[in-house]
């Protein structure tokens, strides 16, 4: 039976969330109906990531095991027919080896979250940017980030509904930096906590605007305790925009 590794781009808005759900829907449900339309097979997908309601990607990886032995561009061509009219696309199909899975070997996950920091709201990028008026200082936000890099408990910036087993996670890295009218932050990990990068992200913004230090976002760090986390930010600024896998 071989399996298929896809990358694939959506626009969250209108799913509630990436997990299929009944009666709800999800990014998941979508691609499961195209192959089910395509390959005539009921199947349940992995993902190297179960993104939030309104969380974009664009290098979303999944891999699906069909009876068939299709070729890839095959698979892709089909699945983007039968996914039209809806905002997902497959960018990328390939075979892979039956030890490859989507999440499990995954070996780190990358988002980026996009900060549209003018007086004015978006129009061209509504619903895919967070509008922030008041002027933030990048620089700042990205020096205080540092603080948050490494092996820590982050509690404080863990949902309350998570359900990992453990808050220790490893931060490899965070950038800040402001690209014209936009600030935008990147996060790498080999994985995080439900709704993590939103609720640095608001925290990190927090001193971005002068309400806070890098000293209060270490401390919020260190309180391991949700209620020191600051604001968290929307969830349509947020996109998994990459996944590395080790080579081979």
């Known amino acids: 039976m071989p399996r298929y590794r896809l990358t694939l781009e959506y626009d969250g808005r209108p ?71 809806q905002p997902i696309a497959v960018l990328d199909a390939a075979l892979a080896p039956p030890p490859f899975h989507a999440r499990f070997s995954a070996a780190g996950r990358r988002y980026l979250y996009r900060i549209l920091n003018r007086p004015g709201p978006p129009a061209l990028d509504q619903g895919r940017v967070w509008h922030v008026k008041k002027p933030l200082d990048a620089e700042a936000m990205h020096a205080a980030a540092q603080g948050l890099v490494g092996h820590h408990d982050f509690t404080t910036f863990r949902d309350a509904a998570c359900q990992a087993k453990s808050p220790m996670k490893t931060l490899d890295a965070i950038k800040v930096w402001r690209e014209g009218d936009e600030v935008r932050l990147t996060f790498a990990s080999r ?31 260190e309180a391991r305790d949700r209620t020191a986390c600051g604001p968290v930010a929307p969830a349509h600024g947020l996109c998994l925009v990459g996944v590395d896998y080790p080579e081979g």
Do not use: C
């Open 191 to 221: 994985s995080f906590l439900h709704r993590q990068v939103r609720s640095m992200t608001g925290s990190i913004a927090e001193v971005g605007v002068g309400r806070w230090s890098a000293a209060d976002l270490v401390a919020a760090l």
């Open 15 to 85: 799913y509630k969330g990436f997990q299929a759900q009944d009666g709800l829907p999800t990014v998941q449900g979508a691609v499961e109906a195209a192959v089910k339309a395509f390959a005539g097979e009921d199947l349940r997908l992995q993902a190297a990531g179960r993104t939030d309601t309104g969380v974009h990607a664009s290098g979303q990886v999944i891999h699906i095991d069909l009876t068939k032995d299709w070729r890839p561009e095959v698979v892709m061509n089909a699945l983007n027919a039968h996914l039209v009219p």
